[in-house]
T-cell receptor, first 113, second 114 residues
Framework: DQQVKQNSPSLSVQEGRISILNCDYTNSMFDYFLWYKKYPAEGPTFLISISSIKDKNEDGRFTVFLNKSAKHLSLHIVPSQPGDSAVYFCAASRGTNNNDMRFGAGTRLTVKP | GAGVSQSPSNKVTEKGKDVELRCDPISGHTALYWYRQSLGQGLEFLIYFQGNSAPDKSGLPSDRFSAERTGGSVSTLTIQRTQQEDSAVYLC????????????FGPGTRLTVL
């Protein structure tokens, strides 16, 4: 049962434009969400997170939006840079000390110069 | 190196053999996690350690999989009687205290079962 879904396996954008990566979840008990970025041959690196008490969290060029009613979150990267080309994973967990974090399948972002 | 390290980086084994994967977390991190990523799949949570204990073993795919952590530091993931479907990249991560702390991932071990 895939509780976290990233329905777009790939996304291609032009350098300087906005990249929007989407993630949907089915379990309404999830209340903490994270985005990870993964380059080939490397482990994922933490990018940004958001708890369910917020609907937006911003860190530099990266902003995560959470729509709890739609069970949807998105990661916006603006402006996109070629170095942002990577696979982006969305993850969700329950509670503040929960063991069960679920990941989406990832979206491969390609930023073209 | 202050990051999470894993060994070996690559492992090729024959079906039916046992393999042991090692993870060295960041010093001082009490939480340690094992994941795997199969070709074309997302990250799959396997097991989580808080200190030396593993409160959640529900993600282990079968009883051929086991993990231990000693001294609150190094962890080993053991797969017995490997099967071809075990082929994947096995990732280890650590965080300071809990799941809501940032997890820092190691480079992974690529396991290929022939």
């Amino acid at each position: 049962d895939q509780q976290v879904k990233q329905n777009s396996p790939s996304l291609s954008v032009q350098e300087g434009r906005i990249s929007i990566l989407n993630c949907d979840y089915t379990n309404s008990m999830f209340d903490y969400f994270l985005w990870y970025k993964k380059y080939p041959a490397e482990g994922p690196t933490f990018l940004i997170s958001i708890s369910s008490i917020k609907d937006k969290n911003e860190d530099g060029r990266f902003t995560v939006f959470l729509n709890k009613s739609a069970k949807h979150l998105s990661l916006h990267i603006v402006p996109s840079q070629p170095g942002d080309s990577a696979v982006y994973f969305c993850a969700a967990s329950r509670g503040t000390n929960n063991n069960d974090m679920r990941f989406g399948a990832g979206t491969r972002l390609t930023v073209k110069p | 190196g202050a990051g999470v390290s894993q060994s070996p980086s690559n492992k090729v084994t024959e079906k039916g053999k046992d393999v042991e994967l090692r993870c060295d977390p960041i010093s001082g991190h009490t939480a340690l996690y094992w994941y795997r990523q199969s070709l074309g799949q997302g990250l799959e949570f396997l097991i989580y350690f808080q200190g030396n204990s593993a409160p959640d073993k529900s993600g282990l795919p079968s009883d051929r999989f086991s993990a231990e952590r000693t001294g609150g530091s190094v962890s080993t993931l053991t797969i017995q009687r490997t099967q071809q479907e075990d082929s994947a990249v096995y990732l280890c991560a650590s965080s300071l205290n809990s799941f809501t702390d940032t997890q820092y991932f190691g480079p992974g071990t690529r396991l290929t079962v022939l």
